[in-house]
């Protein structure tokens, strides 16, 4: 790990950008700090296979992500400061192959912008086992999960409570008022996402609520439960079971069962049930992982726009989630550690959705999607921490555009703390 002075100057003054240091001791605040910067070049293209409308959207750009996570003042409270700054560089975008997601859109041209910078910056503060974040941040947990899939990451601005006070048991509580998709220049309020969903007054909000938490029942078995709100819009209860059990040598059964029920608040039509499980086998090096996801109701699923959803379906292209669809994964992943390649993994799956209830007594919708990914990590030398990482797609359904996909991340990140 480097830390020279330089490194550590930078990484002060990043953590340092809305907070001034108090003379009290601080001791801990800059010993525990963490900080890396990311370097991230990202090549997109997504070919829609047929003649009408756009052929295809493609675009290359490069992304610096600075992450920096301060310790904590010394005391019964301690206070601390977490920041991510984000700049990102478009490369090559034109001739009509603008909205791939990683740059931000330019209204004058129906292009995009040159260059884009974001800061995030969240003041906490822990007491005991708990702690308390308030700012800009990212979120992941059942209710709501920040995309990370395009240049920079999805933030949103509101606050976090997690206490650990109980051992085993992690609560979890927050509030959201605004976000800052990937691709966007600024907050804004909140949005939704689904299929066969009507709202009345509008389809933004500034108000997302949750409460939920993880229990460890045993050492091999998790429960967890979240009741979020976006509201006017929907109420939501996730619950999920997650147990893994070891069997031969290097042999393990893990079973991921996940279930959400979701209801309007005021001004929508939100009605459905979600229910997935996914089971893995895992024999050395190998997983080989069967998938079932089933949606019943008067609408598809919902969830906050631009954020990864809670379910085993949700994959690179689609989340088949239509009204009433139900939908199979075969999935196989690869480390080549297990063969002395560390760093080396490989995932191959391929999805199948039918029975979509597409309405207008139109015949019923059908989907497929195969996706592969192949990607290494340099484990030591000049080029360790460089990684790089191919994700292939192909989509195609008979109710909208097939596509075929094709991303390439190359990205190193350097640790300055």
């Keep these: 790990m480097i830390h020279s002075p330089l490194a550590r100057a930078v990484a002060i003054a990043a953590l340092g950008t ?7 001791a601080h001791a801990e605040f800059i010993k525990d700090s963490k900080a890396t910067l990311e370097a991230r070049n990202f090549y997109f293209n997504r070919d829609f296979r047929e003649l009408s409308g756009p052929s295809k959207s493609e675009e290359w750009a490069q992304g610096f992500i600075l992450r920096a996570e301060s310790g ?57 086992k708990s702690t308390l974040r308030v ?136 009605d459905n049930k979600a229910l997935g499980a996914m089971v893995t086998y895992g024999l050395g090096g190998h997983s080989f992982g069967l998938g079932y996801q089933k949606m019943s109701g008067d609408t598809g699923f919902a969830y906050i726009n631009g954020t990864d959803p809670f379910l085993v379906n949700y994959v690179q292209i689609g989340d088949f989630a239509n009204k009433d669809e139900q939908s199979w994964q075969a999935r196989y992943d690869f480390n080549f550690a297990s063969i002395g390649i560390p760093g080396l993994t490989f995932m191959t799956r391929f999805l199948s959705g039918d029975n979509i209830d597409r309405g207008n007594n139109v015949s019923e919708g059908k989907e497929r999607e195969r996706n592969s990914e192949l990607m290494y990590v340099f484990q030591e030398g000049t080029l360790k921490n460089l990684g790089v990482r191919w994700r292939n797609a192909t989509m195609r359904n008979n109710f909208g555009r097939d596509i075929d996909e094709n991303r390439l991340i190359v990205s190193y990140t350097l640790p300055l703390l």
């Design 18 to 24: 809305c907070l001034t240091l108090p003379s009290m």
């Design 135 to 270: 700012g800009s941040m990212q979120f992941k947990n059942m209710a709501i999960a920040s995309s990370d899939s395009r240049l920079t990451p999805q933030v949103f601005k509101g606050g976090q409570l997690i206490s650990q006070e109980i051992d085993g048991l992690t609560l979890d509580g927050g509030y959201v008022r605004e976000v800052n998709n990937r691709n966007s220049g600024d907050f804004e309020d909140i949005s939704i996402s689904g299929r066969g969903i009507v709202n009345t007054g509008g389809n933004t909000t500034d108000s997302f609520s949750f409460l939920g938490g993880n229990y460890k029942l045993t050492k091999d078995l998790t429960a967890g439960y979240y009741y979020s709100n976006l509201e006017d819009m929907y109420k939501q209860n996730s619950f999920n079971l997650v147990h893994v059990l070891p069997l031969a040598d290097k042999q393990t059964l893990k079973t991921d069962l996940r279930y959400a029920r979701s209801t309007d608040d005021g001004r929508s039509n939100i």
């Design 72 to 128: 904590y003042t010394e005391g019964t409270v301690g206070f601390g400061l977490d920041a991510i700054g984000m700049l990102g560089f478009k490369l090559d975008s034109g001739d009509g192959t603008a909205g791939s997601g990683l740059l931000t859109p330019d209204k004058s041209s129906g292009g995009s912008q040159d260059y884009s910078s974001d800061l995030a910056v969240a003041a906490k503060a822990k007491m005991s």
